[in-house]
């Protein structure tokens, strides 16, 4: 079956360190791969997204996420971690031919102590 | 400003009572799509619209109506028949309906059972 795995539910990391957030997806091909933000109460933000080439992609507000299809995995990274940062993050994946319906993880919460 | 707007910021539902929730783009976007947001479980596609007069359900349709008159709206009614309707309820809207399209997310309605 299709789905998509964000293994962590709660992440805390110190202001300056670095991130990482997982998420993997079972499916037989290369889906399109997207990361979102949301703040408390707010809606959803897109950080990046991987369509094709390039296996390492820059977004917003310093993160990059790595394709990996050996892996299935499309692991969200951050080199240093600002206190705005902290939020809830989603993984989340089209399946090709399926109408570009988006497929979410279950989310990460990340909280940054100071 | 270009953008998604959803009305209203908090909704109450009495027993056996349908709302709607209002959702408007000025984007000029082909498709619209609405999620609902339950603690834990990620967000999940209720109904999608990918033109004028046509829309699809999702994964979790049941107690739920939408109609598409206009391309710039696309709201949701809640109906008695959806026994558990306390979540927070996100609309979307992507450029057309080809797969990896990226949907933007308006702020959010959170509804609340009387």
């Known amino acids: 079956a299709q789905s998509v795995t964000q293994p962590d539910i709660h992440i805390t990391v110190s202001e300056g360190a670095s991130l990482e957030l997982r998420c993997n997806y079972s499916?037989?091909?290369?889906?399109?791969l997207f990361w979102y933000v949301q703040s408390p109460g707010q809606g959803l933000q897109l950080l990046l997204k991987y369509f094709s080439g390039d296996t390492l992609v820059q977004g917003i507000k310093g993160f990059e996420a790595e394709f990996k299809r050996s892996q299935s995995s499309f692991n969200l990274r951050k080199p240093s971690v600002h206190w705005s940062d902290a939020a809830e993050y989603f993984c989340a994946v089209v399946f090709t031919g399926g109408g570009n319906k988006l497929t979410f993880g279950t989310g990460t919460q990340l909280k940054v102590e100071l | 400003d270009g953008g998604i707007t959803q009305s209203p910021k908090y909704l109450f539902r009495k027993e056996g009572q349908n709302v709607t929730l209002s959702c408007e783009q000025n984007l000029n976007h082909d498709a619209m799509y609405w999620y609902r947001q339950d603690p834990g479980q990620g967000l999940r596609l209720i109904y999608y619209s990918q033109i004028v007069n046509d829309f699809q359900k999702g994964d979790i349709a049941e107690g739920y109506s939408v109609s598409r008159e206009k391309k710039e709206s696309f709201p949701l009614t809640v109906t008695s028949a959806q026994k558990n309707p306390t979540a927070f309820y996100l609309c979307?809207?992507?450029?057309?309906?080809?797969?990896?399209?990226?949907?933007?997310f308006g702020p959010g309605t959170r509804l609340l059972v009387l």
């Open positions: 499916y037989g091909a290369t889906p399109y």
């Open positions: 979307a809207s992507s450029p057309d309906q080809g797969d990896g399209e990226t949907q933007y």
